[in-house]
């Protein structure tokens, strides 16, 4: 219900993701109402801000039925993305992206519990189409300070697709790193299964 041309920071509420991400600055947090989202273009988060949904369950970011290649979130350096459900899909056959960490964002920013679905799986079987959860595709360097710092913690990653090409969960390249955080608990059905 809020308004973009009227909206301002601690005021009125924007109507649209975007342009409340183009009003802020370092140091400050979008929150984003319960709602689903259609983004008419990806989102880059700016250096030192954060954007937070409620819940995981109620706040949802996507581009559904893209017809070109695309990004959903770039992280920008210092940024935290959290508690949203994203979604980005295609009936075609494109590159698809949907977190892409650059520079060296895999060791300043973080994406904590969150839901990311990137999907073509209804693209014809004959194409071709590189399909990533997570891109890691920046420089950073690994230090002792990296194995505290997980840049990708408590959340679930959905890929997928139909045809050739290259089909990955969380890629990792160039000069990079990328430490995560992952839990698993046990219970007496999964004792002595190999889980």
Known sequence: ?????TACIGGTPFKTVNAAISAISSGQTVWILPGIYNLTSGITIPDGTAIRGLNT????????????????ITMGE??????????????????????VFGGTSTVTSKLRPSVLTVDNSTASG??????????????????????????????????RSNGGGNKRGILVSNANIVTTLFLYTSDAADEGLGV
């Open 57 to 72: 369950q109620t706040v949802t970011l996507q581009m559904l039925n893209v017809t070109a290649d695309t990004t959903l």
């Open 1 to 5: 219900y809020g308004n973009d041309a």
């Open 78 to 99: 210092n940024c935290r993305l959290e508690d949203v459900t994203l979604k980005l899909t295609s009936t075609e056959h494109h590159t698809l992206q949907g977190i």
């Open 126 to 159: 004959v194409g071709t189409s590189n399909v990533y959860g997570v891109v890691a595709n920046g420089t950073s360097a690994l230090t002792a300070s990296s194995f505290s710092f997980n840049c990708l913690k408590g959340s679930t990653i959905n890929v």
